[in-house]
């Protein structure tokens, strides 16, 4: 196993993907072919891949749109995936 | 004469998350030039072939998408004119002083149209610094930068009522609308308008929440500067939406992608000839996809609800 590489668990479906520690859980659902995707902009303004982090330690590489992400929801766990990056293994889950 | 009212849309302010991430987009890829910076620090930028001080504002921002857009009326007559009728529509008019929040640009009327888009109308701007030759004009005074936009050209704006604000720009702006885009029951989905011969100046497309930007769109030579681009979008891992492809609505070829900021960009090269007394073109909606992407015929989820 290496020990570099983490994993990214949905908790609706209990599906997994591997996330590299220099790429956006974004990114690496995207390479997955795994997990809720939706394409967008990559860039934190459009707000589509929207999620709620329920476990798991990350780091917020670029500012979220507040237009999507307002202050209470980024404590409560709710991020933009193409803005962070994994710090361990980390559970997702889908916002309505 | 020539164009009825608004000659072009002239000047667009973005919002952006990341000011020096984005402006690098904007100067090295797209090909922009850096006008200056006002004093509150926002950039203003401009396309190596626009004669004005500049088309395109970033202000760094907590969320992404548009401030405003403006067009530019004919004289300061026609101003007066387009305003008096904006008041006399219903939409309320708020004065913006010359050389003010927009440096170069003359005085300009503001306002809010039915789909949530701020709307602001100007006549007088100075003259860019460095534009383009007009003694014996070489076709540019330095080699353009890599995608070469010649100048931003038009947006896709999302938000509600589209019919409210079709009628208003035709009915205030004096501009015609060479093609659209109804559902079966006959309600307006989408408009491409225009006040020039360009097959559209901006283009609406119906959507709930107001004040939505889908792209905002860069006039590149032809369609080898449109594969050029998509080169550029790979070089510089920037998000690719959709493209290199060719509209059969406005007829242009064109590549989507995202910028650094995750608004949607477009450049785009030809597209048809318009003219205020040719007939309107008419899509159904079931046939959009071929009307948006010729080549393929299909529509892709990201590129209809995907907006800033
Ligand atoms: S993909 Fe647009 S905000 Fe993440
Ligand atoms: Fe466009």
Redesign the pocket.
């Given at each position: 196993m290496n020990l570099n590489i983490f994993q990214i668990t949905v908790r609706e479906t209990g599906e997994t993907f591997p996330c590299k520690p220099d790429e956006t859980v974004?990114a690496a659902m995207l390479r997955s072919g795994r997990g809720p995707f939706?394409?967008?902009?990559?860039?934190?303004?459009?707000?589509?891949?929207?999620m709620k982090i329920c476990a798991g330690e990350y780091e917020k590489v670029k500012r979220?749109?507040r237009a999507?992400v307002s202050e209470d929801d980024e404590k409560n766990g709710v991020a933009?995936?193409?803005?962070v990056r994994p710090r361990g293994d980390m559970v997702i889950t889908k916002l309505s | 004469m020539g164009f009825f009212g608004t000659l072009r849309p002239g000047l667009v302010q973005m919002r952006v998350l990341d000011l020096d991430k984005t402006l690098d987009f904007y100067t090295n890829v797209l090909g922009l030039d850096e006008v200056g910076r006002t004093a509150d620090g926002r950039v203003m930028l401009k396309g190596f072939d626009e004669f004005d001080h500049h088309s395109v504002t970033l202000r760094l921002a907590d969320e992404a998408g548009l401030d405003y857009v403006a067009f530019k009326a004919a004289c300061p007559d026609t101003l007066e004119e387009l305003k008096a009728k904006t008041v006399a529509f219903g939409y309320q008019v708020t004065e913006l002083p010359a050389n003010g929040e927009q440096p170069g640009f003359g005085k300009r009327y503001s306002f809010k149209i039915s789909t949530g888009h701020t709307f602001q109308i100007y006549s007088d701007v100075e003259l860019a610094a460095k534009g383009p030759q007009i003694k014996n004009p070489d076709i540019w005074t330095t080699p353009p930068r890599g995608m070469k936009a010649q100048r931003m050209d038009h947006f896709l704006l999302y938000g509600p009522n589209v019919a409210e604000a079709e009628r208003f720009l035709k009915e205030v702006f004096g501009m015609y609308v060479p093609e659209v885009c109804n559902a079966p029951d006959g309600s307006r989905v989408a408009a491409w308008i225009t006040g020039s011969n360009k097959p559209h100046d901006l283009a609406f497309v119906e959507y709930p929440k107001p004040g939505k930007l889908h792209h905002l769109g860069f006039y590149l030579q032809d369609w080898r500067d449109v594969g050029d681009a998509a080169d550029l979008i790979a070089i510089n891992h920037l998000?690719l939406d959709i493209g290199p492809t060719r509209h059969a609505i406005t007829r242009g070829h064109s590549i989507y992608f995202?910028e650094p900021s995750?608004n949607r960009i477009e450049v785009y090269a030809g597209g048809y000839t318009a003219y205020p007394d040719n007939p309107q073109r008419v899509w159904d909606f079931d046939q959009l996809g071929r009307g948006l992407f010729y080549f393929s015929g299909e529509l892709i989820p990201s590129f209809l609800e995907?907006v800033t």
């Amino acid at each position: 196993m290496n020990l570099n590489i983490f994993q990214i668990t949905v908790r609706e479906t209990g599906e997994t993907f591997p996330c590299k520690p220099d790429e956006t859980v974004l990114a690496a659902m995207l390479r997955s072919g795994r997990g809720p995707f939706v394409c967008g902009c990559f860039g934190g303004g459009c707000g589509i891949c929207r999620m709620k982090i329920c476990a798991g330690e990350y780091e917020k590489v670029k500012r979220m749109s507040r237009a999507h992400v307002s202050e209470d929801d980024e404590k409560n766990g709710v991020a933009l995936l193409c803005c962070v990056r994994p710090r361990g293994d980390m559970v997702i889950t889908k916002l309505s | 004469m020539g164009f009825f009212g608004t000659l072009r849309p002239g000047l667009v302010q973005m919002r952006v998350l990341d000011l020096d991430k984005t402006l690098d987009f904007y100067t090295n890829v797209l090909g922009l030039d850096e006008v200056g910076r006002t004093a509150d620090g926002r950039v203003m930028l401009k396309g190596f072939d626009e004669f004005d001080h500049h088309s395109v504002t970033l202000r760094l921002a907590d969320e992404a998408g548009l401030d405003y857009v403006a067009f530019k009326a004919a004289c300061p007559d026609t101003l007066e004119e387009l305003k008096a009728k904006t008041v006399a529509f219903g939409y309320q008019v708020t004065e913006l002083p010359a050389n003010g929040e927009q440096p170069g640009f003359g005085k300009r009327y503001s306002f809010k149209i039915s789909t949530g888009h701020t709307f602001q109308i100007y006549s007088d701007v100075e003259l860019a610094a460095k534009g383009p030759q007009i003694k014996n004009p070489d076709i540019w005074t330095t080699p353009p930068r890599g995608m070469k936009a010649q100048r931003m050209d038009h947006f896709l704006l999302y938000g509600p009522n589209v019919a409210e604000a079709e009628r208003f720009l035709k009915e205030v702006f004096g501009m015609y609308v060479p093609e659209v885009c109804n559902a079966p029951d006959g309600s307006r989905v989408a408009a491409w308008i225009t006040g020039s011969n360009k097959p559209h100046d901006l283009a609406f497309v119906e959507y709930p929440k107001p004040g939505k930007l889908h792209h905002l769109g860069f006039y590149l030579q032809d369609w080898r500067d449109v594969g050029d681009a998509a080169d550029l979008i790979a070089i510089n891992h920037l998000k690719l939406d959709i493209g290199p492809t060719r509209h059969a609505i406005t007829r242009g070829h064109s590549i989507y992608f995202w910028e650094p900021s995750g608004n949607r960009i477009e450049v785009y090269a030809g597209g048809y000839t318009a003219y205020p007394d040719n007939p309107q073109r008419v899509w159904d909606f079931d046939q959009l996809g071929r009307g948006l992407f010729y080549f393929s015929g299909e529509l892709i989820p990201s590129f209809l609800e995907i907006v800033t």
